[in-house]
Structures are given as structure tokens and as C-alpha cells.
């Protein structure tokens, strides 16, 4: 009887917890398209990028698919999507005129992105926290919204950009990879590269997960052989004996036949992409297309230090409390010798390998223009006395994930600085998908944290909404409106 009971309850909640989830939907969707109608009253020329975008995607929507413009460095999976959205709604609501493929319609594409991602953050989150399942329905629907009103991603939902289709694809990849869907995964995946070529370091981190998960179970095999009750499987000790061990056992791993074996049985459609994409990299000679000169790859490691910083400061409320910052004084107590290293490696990183990209330099139209300016320029040493607060920046992100495997915590590491290092311009666009990834993998705050999350997300979004309307400005040399933005 009780068993029954409870079954009635926990579907009477999912139920409840799905009527919450769609007013919020709707609600979310109602307030963008009111802000969108704002936004694209005041811009409705196209703005920045959207002078490369939107031509080349009305060059498609009348079936010029052959002609490319070459300033244009992604590949067209935007335009696609776009052309494959309108084309049917114009046929069926007889549409005609300038209307078709309009700036406005365009942008408005982005506006259905943001709520396919407000609905795959929510599957994620319930996916990921499976074992808090009761009693956090307004903790999982307040996360997923809160996380797709993430500032800089938020933004773009309004322009013409690539970065609403972007994360909307990665997330569907990754949501299908946790569903054992493998195939339609690395379809997907595919999407997602037609999107941004570096999408494809997101789905090595979806192959990368299932390796990952092998790799674990056959260390915990080998540890509990080895009866080694000392340190659990999952943990190894901050020393270069453990890495040591851990490189040993990778490198038997991934040498062993039969663990290979396993690993391909279940993750060839990632292998099939991956090569794919090496093939698109040797006959296109290299990863970007069009223009190459504004897009080279280097090795800019102090870009790895921002994202932390950047990450540091969106995360705020639900990952600093006073016991974490107890946490680290204690850190630095037990192992000073380890942060006396880390300290010195970062300050080597910053001054050997800062790099700085023209546009940094010359667009003052964009906020990590001012940044640099009003912080790194400030005098040349800056950059060295930020030193500190990456190193606590890093281990505050690497601390939320205590609770996942060594394996895993070690690929999605390898995938994030294949993300941001080859980058050579800070633009904060690049560290969306990676933060997101972030944010979803840390256990589930509290509800008090979320509501100041969702209220920190809201705040800096009418600043930057405000700041980008109401704050315009004219280049000496130009007649055209000039606006701030990410």
C-alpha cells in the first residue's frame, strides 16, 4: 500500500514539476520575444558579425548555396538550419517580399535555439543529479533556467550569431551520449561542427566520457586486486608518484588490445566523426575557413587562467561559501611545496605565453576591450599580481569536482584546454560552452543560491541589454552607430 502511495505521489510531483516547467517556458519565451522586439527596433541594420552572417544566409535562402563570402571563418550549419526553418513556415503562411529572410526573421531563429536550450539544460540537469531525485524539482527548474539566461550566451539570442545554435547542438550531443544513444550523438555532433569547428573538441569529451568510464572501472579492478585500501579508486594523492601512476596506467590502457576493443565497440560513431574531421582539416588545410589571418592558433595559456577567473565570478553564489575558503587556507597548509609550484608554472604561462590579439586592442565596442585596458594595461605588472587569484580561481573550480571520477575529471580537463588555449583573442563567447559544462557537473545547490545566481544572471543582463540600446556611440571617422556588447 505505502509503495503504491508513494508512486502516486512522485508522478503527481513529475506532473506538477512539468506544468512548473512549461509556464516557465512560456514565460521565458514571452519576456525574450518582448525584449527582442526592443532590441531589434533599435538595431535593425545588421550589427558587428551579423554584416557577414546574415548576407550569406539570405544568399542561401534564395538557393545561391555556391556562393561564400570569404570573411566568414565558420561553417554554414547557422545558414542551413536557418534557410531549413523559414522556407517551410513562408511556403505555408504565403509569405512574400522583403519579409522572407529579413534581419529580424533571421534573429529570430536564435530566440527558438534559446528555448530548445532552456529545455536540454533542464533534461541535463535531471540526468546528471538522478540521485537527488526527490524533493528538488524547484531547485532542477530554477538551475536550467537560471543557466540559460547565462549572460553571454543570453545576449546572442538576439543577434545574428552563432552561439544560441552552437550550445544547442553541443548540449543536444552531450544529452544523447548520457542517454547511450551513440549514433545520434555523433549526428549531432556533426551539426554542432557545422556550427563552430572547435565543437568537435566537445564531442571528443562525449567519446572521452565513455573511455573515461572504462578506464575507471579497470583502475578500480586493478586497486581492488591489488587490495590497496589506503586511498579510495577514484582518488590519488597530489604527488608525482600518483601522476606517475596514473600516466603508467593510461599508457597500459590504451595499449592493451581488448581495452581498446571495449572502447570502440561503444564509441566508434565519435571515432567515425573524428576522422571525418581530420579529413576536413588536411584538405582544407587547416581548421578555419575564409579568413585565416584573424584566426591563428598559438599557444596562449593564460587564456585557461581567465576562463578560471571568469568562471570564478559567474559562479559566485553557488560556489563559494566560508567553508570552502577554509578549505583552501587548509589546502595551502598541507601542501605548500604543490602551490609553490602551481604559483610558479602559472607565473612562467603568463610571462612567456601571453598572447594579444589585434581586436583586443582595437574594438572598443566590445567589453574584454576594457578589461584589458582599464586592468592589464594598467601597468605590466598586473598580469603577475593576478597570479594569486587564478591559482584560487583554478582550485575553486577544480574542487566542485571532488565528487566525479579521476578519469573523467582528467578528459574534461584535456577538452577544456584544447577549448580555450589555441585561442588567441579573449573573447568571453568562447568560454560559454565550457562554463556551461562546468556549472551542469557541479552537485545541485541550494535554492537560496540559485535565487541569487538567476538574480546575479538578471542584473548583469539588463546592464548589458540597457548598456547595448540605450548607450550608443559614433566613430570620428564613421556615420554609422556603434554599440557595446560581449
Request: hydrophobic share 50%.
Amino acid at each position: 500500500m505505502h509503495s503504491v502511495l508513494h508512486r502516486i505521489s512522485s508522478s503527481n510531483m513529475e506532473k506538477f514539476e512539468g506544468y512548473i516547467f512549461t509556464a516557465l517556458c512560456s514565460t521565458n519565451f514571452l519576456i525574450s520575444c518582448l525584449l527582442f522586439s526592443r532590441v531589434t527596433r533599435e538595431q535593425r541594420e545588421p550589427y558587428m558579425d551579423e554584416i557577414f552572417h546574415i548576407p550569406q544566409a539570405q544568399k542561401y535562402c534564395h538557393g545561391k548555396f555556391n556562393e561564400w563570402d570569404p570573411m566568414i571563418t565558420t561553417l554554414p550549419g547557422l545558414y542551413l538550419v536557418s534557410v531549413g526553418i523559414i522556407k517551410p513556415v513562408v511556403w505555408l503562411a504565403d509569405l512574400t517580399g522583403q519579409v522572407v529572410c529579413s534581419t529580424a526573421m533571421l534573429r529570430f531563429i536564435n530566440l527558438l535555439f534559446n528555448c530548445g536550450n532552456l529545455y536540454l539544460l533542464y533534461l541535463l540537469i535531471c540526468k546528471l543529479h538522478l540521485r537527488e531525485k526527490t524533493r528538488t524539482t524547484s531547485r532542477r527548474v530554477l538551475s536550467a533556467l537560471s543557466l540559460s539566461t547565462f549572460p553571454v550566451l543570453y545576449f546572442f539570442n538576439f543577434l545574428y550569431y552563432t552561439d544560441a545554435g552552437s550550445t544547442f547542438f553541443t548540449l543536444f550531443t552531450y544529452l544523447m551520449t548520457l542517454y547511450g544513444c551513440h549514433k545520434a550523438s555523433a549526428l549531432l555532433g556533426v551539426c554542432s561542427v557545422l556550427f563552430r569547428q572547435t565543437n568537435i573538441v566537445w564531442v571528443a569529451f562525449c567519446a572521452g566520457t565513455l573511455v573515461a568510464a572504462k578506464m575507471d572501472e579497470a583502475w578500480r579492478v586493478e586497486h581492488t586486486k591489488k587490495r590497496d585500501e589506503k586511498s579510495p579508486p577514484s582518488q590519488v594523492p597530489l604527488s608525482f608518484s600518483g601522476a606517475k601512476k596514473v600516466v603508467l596506467f593510461t599508457l597500459e590502457f590504451l595499449t592493451s588490445p581488448s581495452h581498446v576493443k571495449a572502447v570502440l565497440l561503444v564509441a566508434w560513431p565519435y571515432a567515425v566523426v573524428g576522422v571525418g574531421f581530420l579529413g576536413f582539416v588536411v584538405l582544407n588545410d587547416g581548421i578555419v575557413v575564409g579568413d585565416r589571418t584573424s584566426h591563428e592558433a598559438c599557444l596562449n595559456f593564460p587564456q585557461l587562467l581567465y576562463f578560471f577567473s571568469f568562471t570564478l565570478f559567474f559562479s559566485l553564489p553557488v560556489s563559494l561559501c566560508y567553508h570552502r575558503a577554509l578549505r583552501f587556507l587548509q589546502a595551502l597548509k598541507k601542501q605548500p611545496l604543490f602551490f609553490l609550484f602551481v604559483t610558479c608554472v602559472s607565473l612562467l604561462l603568463v610571462w612567456k605565453f601571453t598572447f594579444v590579439h589585434k581586436y583586443l586592442l582595437a574594438d572598443n565596442r566590445h567589453f574584454p576591450f576594457y578589461v584589458w585596458k582599464r586592468l592589464f594595461q594598467r601597468h605590466e605588472l598586473v598580469r603577475f599580481l593576478l597570479v594569486p587569484a587564478y591559482v584560487f580561481a583554478g582550485w575553486n573550480f577544480l574542487d566542485s569536482f571532488k565528487s566525479r571520477s579521476l578519469f573523467w575529471s582528467l578528459a574534461f580537463l584535456a577538452c577544456l584546454l584544447a577549448a580555450t588555449v589555441p585561442q588567441k583573442l579573449l573573447e568571453f563567447r568562447y568560454f560559454i560552452v565550457p562554463y556551461l559544462m562546468y556549472r551542469l557537473h557541479m552537485p545541485l545547490p541550494s535554492l537560496t543560491r540559485l535565487i541569487v545566481e538567476f538574480l546575479l544572471y538578471t542584473v548583469v543582463n539588463a546592464a548589458t541589454l540597457y548598456i547595448f540600446i540605450s548607450k550608443s556611440f559614433h566613430w570620428p571617422d564613421s556615420t554609422a552607430t556603434q554599440r557595446f556588447m560581449w
